[in-house]
């Protein structure tokens, strides 16, 4: 989309989000590959729980930076953008909100240790 003239790709605090973003969604990825390595070896339900809180938060944060980028079209119904934030806050809620992930399975393993 343009704005005042340009391609909004040619600001540089759009370049900055959109680095940012894959950051996030790099790491991630990599800690999720990570956990499914230790699951596969019959470990890691602490860092499956924590890879459950990282992501959910970073999928929120990507997906409300992205709708931020599409300015008043983030929000229309039309564009999936407004759909993936949705459903991205669904993700922290779903199968145990993250304030209870952290403290009642993250913390309390951490604790044991």
Sequence with gaps: ???????????????????????????GRQFSYQVARLMAKGVGTTEASMVKAYVCKAAEWVSREAMQIHGGYGYAEEYSVSRLFVDARVLSIFEGADETLCLKVIARRLTEK
């Design 1 to 27: 989309r343009n704005v005042f003239g340009k391609n909004i790709s040619e600001y540089q605090l759009t370049r900055v989000k959109l680095g940012r973003m894959a950051v996030l969604i790099q790491a």
